[in-house]
């Protein structure tokens, strides 16, 4: 009898959990890490406890519904491409001609 071999179809694709996909994933561990913090500190400084979990609680649902929303909207590297979009110029500008007419050549290129 032939040996079977299942075929893993998920090569090459991103991870996704929940819909929440790639980079998301970490900015959501990260994000939960900080409102667990959040909360240890309002309770060190002396908050009542209802109102600390109160404010936990409504961060946390906000901020994975702000996560799931940039996941589906933006896709696995859309929020990444969005803010490097920002960093472009939207012009250049060149005061002289120079840089076009002196073109340098490399040792290696010169003969």
Sequence with gaps: MATVYEINK???RSVEFKG????????LAVGLVLLLL??????????KLY?????????GVGFVMFIQHCS???GEHGLVKKMASKRLPSSIRSQSRKIFIE???????QK
């Design 20 to 27: 929440i996909k790639a980079q998301y994933i970490i900015y």
């Design 72 to 74: 589906r909207v933006y």
């Design 38 to 47: 959040l909360f240890a500190l309002l309770y060190a400084i002396g908050v």
């Design 10 to 12: 998920g090569i090459n």
């Design 103 to 109: 073109i340098k050549l490399t040792p290696d290129v």
């Design 51 to 59: 109102v600390c979990i109160a404010i936990v609680v409504l961060g």
